[in-house]
């Protein structure tokens, strides 16, 4: 096997929207980094039947319903 073409697999702290905390092993970031989820099993629409909104960060569905809005009639 190569040597050194691996990436770092190492453990962060992974914080839900609801506040919870867990640890894992991870590539994302470096060691002891903590990720905060904006949307979790918690909180998404494919898990959540459909009852919860989500954040439209950056204008991105707004901007999707302005140039896709009228194709449904």
């Given at each position: 096997m190569k040597k050194d073409?691996?990436?770092?697999?190492?453990r962060i702290k992974v914080v839900?929207?609801?506040?919870?905390?867990?640890?894992?092993?991870?590539t994302w970031g470096k060691e002891g980094d903590v990720m905060t989820l904006d949307?979790?099993?918690?909180?998404?629409p494919a898990w959540t039947g459909g009852q919860q909104q989500l954040l439209d960060r950056g204008g991105r569905v707004s901007r999707f319903k302005n140039k896709y809005g009228n194709l449904l009639g």
């Open positions: 073409i691996h990436p770092d697999y190492h839900m929207t609801d506040g919870t905390e867990y640890f894992t092993h991870s949307i979790d099993p918690r909180t998404h």
